[in-house]
Nanobody, 126 residues
Framework: VQLQASGGGLVQAGGSLRLSCAVSGRTFSSSAMGWFRQAPGKEREFVAG????????YYADSVKGRFTISRDNARDTVYLQMNSLKPEDTAVYYCAADRRYLRDSVSPDSDEYGYWGQGTEVTVSS
């Protein structure tokens, strides 16, 4: 199973980025997906998640109203659209796939995710 995250970069505060995560080697359309991030010196934290059917999405309070998670099951890809970026959004962002299939909910617990991408770095300058 491979998850390939991309789309990170350097952006000014207030700007936007769209992260992508392409999944191979797993039945993507049956897996809930999540985005996590880890800032320097901090623990990894949940950012957003989407159920396998895309019927439900979940967000950390810190990104609600600014970030949008979506998925394209035909392309085996999950996205994270990040708008109104703040310096505190600076982190390495990781995509992850639920270790179980067809779970109709999203967990913020990283232990529930069995497959992880390599991370893509996002830096927001003030």
């Amino acid at each position: 199973v491979q998850l390939q995250a991309s789309g990170g970069g350097l952006v000014q505060a207030g700007g936007s980025l769209r992260l992508s995560c392409a999944v191979s080697g797993r039945t993507f359309s049956s897996s809930a997906m999540g985005w996590f991030r880890q800032a320097p010196g901090k623990e990894r934290e949940f950012v957003a998640g989407i159920t396998w059917s895309a019927g439900r999405t979940y967000y950390a309070d810190s990104v609600k109203g600014r970030f949008t998670i979506s998925r394209d099951n035909a392309r085996d890809t999950v996205y994270l659209q990040m708008n109104s970026l703040k310096p505190e959004d600076t982190a390495v962002y990781y995509c992850a796939a639920d270790r179980r299939y067809l779970r109709d909910s999203v967990s913020p617990d990283s232990d529930e995710y069995g497959y992880w991408g390599q991370g893509t770095e996002v830096t927001v300058s003030s």
